[in-house]
């Protein structure tokens, strides 16, 4: 299912929850640093109940207090990024995988495609090869 199918009306299951786990993440991060929801709100430019209501996933929140929590907290859209790619192909994400490991996560599937685009790179270069 295309990312544009997830924001069609008729698809608020799905956007719930990413919400959710993005809430998750959003406060796992919050944890692991230390900082007040006081902090990421005048940081994101919300109001600290607001934050408290993106951290529960409530489903009201739009994704851009998401990101702007999430660059409050130096964590880079990966974090929501990755589990939507799950959800468009009907796989359940484990939360576990994003948070500590995001960094790493992120570098393989930067790598992964890198790869992809260099192998059909070299396809083009090298037509009828084999060994590539």
Known sequence: MPFRALLRIGNDVKLAEIKQISGWCLEQRRGQLHVKQEVVASDAGLTSR?????????PKAKLDDHFKCAAALDLSAGYMMI??????????????????????????????????????????????????
């Open 50 to 58: 607001w934050v408290r209501e993106i951290e529960a996933g409530n």
């Open 83 to 132: 589990p939507m790619l799950f959800m468009e192909r009907s796989a359940e994400f484990p939360r576990e995988l994003l948070l500590p490991r995001l960094a790493a996560l992120e570098a393989r599937c930067v790598n992964a495609l890198s790869d992809e685009v260099m192998g059909s790179v070299r396809q083009k270069l090298l037509p009828g090869r084999s060994d590539i």
